[in-house]
């Protein structure tokens, strides 16, 4: 194994701060430093800081960090610095990287911190025989939706850019696409009255279960949505495919009071080519209808989301990553589109090419309690990213 010492320098700096997405109080020292790494390798970094249009004075420095090389086409890498909460269960500090044989333990090691020591270090070794200029996109917020990371960026980056690697993502396949989410919540109205008079008042918790209790097929309709994309090789079918899930209920205020109002929220998944307007208005009408026979009081109180994208599965950057891939990892890795979502949507507009890869693996536990990677799967990335950027 070549030394990798630079690598697992830079992801302890990186696992040291405590880049939580929901406070952001460790953002800048973390952007700081990353700052500081990117000039030692000869960049030219500039700071886009979203707080001024996010206006809740938290900081949102997003880090943009350009090598050129003096080629014509220029790779952007993109990656982000947040981390979602440790939460409960680490047998390990989730602050400070741990390393026992082969295995890295942290929180962010495999999404995504990770994945910057290893562009930083291919960068180190690659940078005097590169066939591309490099830019790389160092976010935050990417756990929240991104509107003020990869989202601003790419509103105030108006070079020219030809493709761009989202490495956040596992190894398992080549992704050249996501479904994006859709978050949304429907409110069930009835009649607040004494408990003691059920007969007298509409319940609404009542009618949230009954509405609930048919609502769930439509998933069943959203089922039939089908991707001309792949899913994920783990997908139990070959395409990818609609969702819709429940995933909260809630309302009433005390156990002796009928509750006016319920709510349930929900999770709806895209197809990479499905428009985001017309899948909104499918569960509307579905809804619409549904409350009428039912003879329920309901209303889709608020709904928002997308993210949804896909790239040209057959372009020659594709084709080239996905060759140079499956030789470094040893088998023949498919092209296909993610279930979730990633920052690569705010490119997609730019009708390049976006492949997302990288060092979440499938065992590496990342947004769970001991987060880790493999010494060996670091080694495989950088030597991906190498050979992708000098050939
Ligand atoms: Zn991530």
Partial sequence: MSSLEYEINVLRNLISFNTDSITKKHYKECANYLVKECKSLGMDVTVLDASLESKDNLDRPNV?????????????????????????????????????????????????????????????????????????????????????GAGYVSKNFSDNIDEVLVLDAG??????????????????????????????????????????????????????????????PISPVKKNFGRFTITMLGGGEKENVIPSEAYLRFDMRLIPEEDVDEAINELKTYLLILSNKLGIKAELNWIRGGGNYYSDPDHASVKKFVKIASQIYGKNLSVGTEFGGNDGRYFANRNIPIISFGLAGRDSNFHGPDEHIHLKDIEKLKKLLVDYLTT
């Fill in 171 to 232: 190894n398992e396949f080549v992704g050249i696409g996501a479904s994006g989410v859709v978050f949304g919540e429907i409110k069930v109205y009835g009649e607040q009255g004494h408990a003691g008079y059920p007969f007298m008042y509409r319940n609404a918790i009542e009618d949230l279960i009954r509405l609930a209790y048919h609502l769930k097929d439509f998933s069943l309709l959203r089922a039939g949505k089908i991707s001309k994309f792949d899913a994920s």
């Fill in 64 to 148: 943009v960090a350009k090598y050129n090389a003096n080629k014509d086409k220029t790779v952007a890498l993109l990656m982000h610095y947040d981390v979602v909460p440790p939460g409960k269960g680490w047998n390990k500090n989730p602050f400070e990287l741990t390393i026992e044989k082969d295995k890295l333990f942290g929180r962010g090691v495999a999404d995504d911190k990770g994945n910057i020591a290893v562009a930083l270090g291919a960068l180190k070794e690659a940078k005097e025989k590169l066939k591309y200029n490099v830019v790389m996109f160092l976010v935050c917020d990417e756990e929240v939706g991104g509107e003020y």
